[in-house]
């Protein structure tokens, strides 16, 4: 926070068109303004690195104010030293509806899944502003809208027959000679059907 306010009084502005460029980069790499954004398309999640501990191997970060626990790094396995992936409910192109936040009661579709962070981006929801530098002289910077991944605890399966939210069932049924495996709303028995995820455009293009 003092290194932002510093950049964001005029003085620091005016000594650091006299610094060098390497003291430039080196202050905005560390600018929480920067994000180190350079595309303006939805973040992947990758944790805060400043709450990882010194030897940055932190999984969970608890605060002190109010108690809850956040993942801020991936899980690992202590035995085979490889990443822990959750088993998500959720596929891209299923049909959910928003149960906490600010967008609650929003029905939306799923455009990706990230299993080690047991979350997921999806079309309309989560709404944050992205901080996009410029990449070359001729640029300028930027603001956009973008979504950010929202965790999987935070929706449920949506039957758009029923207009019902509810829970991820499975059940085999034979068809075609062979039991296969289907996925089913708990609220209203229905299928859910396997469906291709929307593809994602920036929000200023969007009808």
Known sequence: SALLGSLLRPSAFVGAAA??????DALLAESPVAL???????????GNVAR????????WYQSLR???KRQVGIRVNYNTKRHMWYVMAFR????VQVMKGKDAGKVTQV??????WNKVL??????CTKHVRPTREDEVGQRVQVEAAIHATNIMHYDDKENTAGNLGVRFEKRDGEYKKIRYNKATG?????LEPPKWIPVAERT
Do not use: H
């Open 19 to 24: 610094r060098s460029a390497a003291s430039r």
């Open 36 to 46: 180190r954004a350079r595309v303006p398309f939805p973040t992947k999640p990758n």
């Open 52 to 59: 990882r501990g010194p030897a940055g191997d932190m999984v």
């Open 66 to 68: 109010t108690g809850l």
């Open 92 to 95: 891209p192109g299923d049909f």
């Open 111 to 116: 455009i990706q899944t990230y299993p080690k």
């Open 122 to 127: 999806c079309w309309g929801v989560n709404f």
């Open 190 to 194: 229905n299928e859910i059907q396997d």
